[in-house]
């Protein structure tokens, strides 16, 4: 299966900790983006990658969020001094550029829990 | 600034039977919209889209209608099956212009057998 894979799953830590989420896009797509949810909410944009390229962010994504994207392959967002505001759903989803670019193919996202 | 709006929270539908679950927008620039399924502990799938172009598009079971001049659309299932049961997002995005993928709260959807 060559979906969008999301480790890990599930993240418990504690407030104050830092924690990093990696997204492993399908391999094909040029376009990344972060996502997150919370309870009883749609997923809101957090950034979006061309390639290696970080194109645009949320004014959601504070100065203890970033996201990488070393060489156009896998992403990775880190939370630092996490927060209990900060426990959410986090979603990866790709698309590739060109032809099916209309549509975001998501990973199954990494839940996170600060305690 | 919640520029995609689902009003209706939670939808309860008998197997069988048609469920209409329905989107509003509130940006004019949006040219393309989808509507998304979401199981629990799951990302979420891509289910049909539409462009501003078009006033319909049916695929299998679903169909998506667009009222551009109400900003508003709808997803039709029928027949529902329970297998429909999950919770469905509409989003909009600016298809040549926009990076971003504006996303409503969602609706529940339960089909009862």
């Known amino acids: 299966d060559t979906g969008v894979s999301q480790n890990p799953r599930h993240k418990i830590t504690k407030r104050g900790q830092n924690v990093t989420f990696r997204c492993d896009p399908i391999s094909e797509h040029n376009r990344l983006y972060w996502y997150r949810q919370t309870l009883g909410q749609g997923p809101e944009f957090l950034t979006y990658f061309q390639n290696e390229a970080q194109l645009e962010k949320s004014r959601l994504l504070s100065d203890r969020f970033s996201a990488e994207r070393p060489k156009g392959s896998f992403s990775t967002l880190e939370i630092q001094r996490t927060e209990q505001g900060d426990s959410a759903m986090y979603l990866c989803a790709s698309s590739p550029t060109g032809g099916g670019s209309e549509k975001l193919f998501f990973g199954s996202g990494t839940q996170l829990s600060v305690l | 600034d919640q520029q995609v709006k689902q009003n209706s929270p939670s939808l309860s539908v008998q197997e069988g039977r048609i469920s209409i679950l329905n989107c509003d927008y509130t940006n004019s620039m949006f040219d393309y919209f989808l509507w998304y399924k979401k199981y629990p502990a799951e990302g979420p799938t891509f289910l049909i889209s539409?462009?501003?172009?078009?006033d319909k598009n049916e695929d299998g079971r679903f169909t998506v209608f667009l009222n551009k001049s109400a900003k508003h659309l709808s997803l039709h299932i029928v027949p529902s099956q329970p297998g429909d049961s999950a919770v469905y997002f509409c989003?909009?995005?600016?298809?040549?212009?926009?990076?971003?993928?504006?996303f409503g709260t969602g609706t529940s959807l339960t089909v009862i057998p």
């Open positions: 539409i462009s501003s172009i078009k």
């Open positions: 989003a909009a995005n600016k298809y040549y212009t926009g990076n971003q993928f504006y």
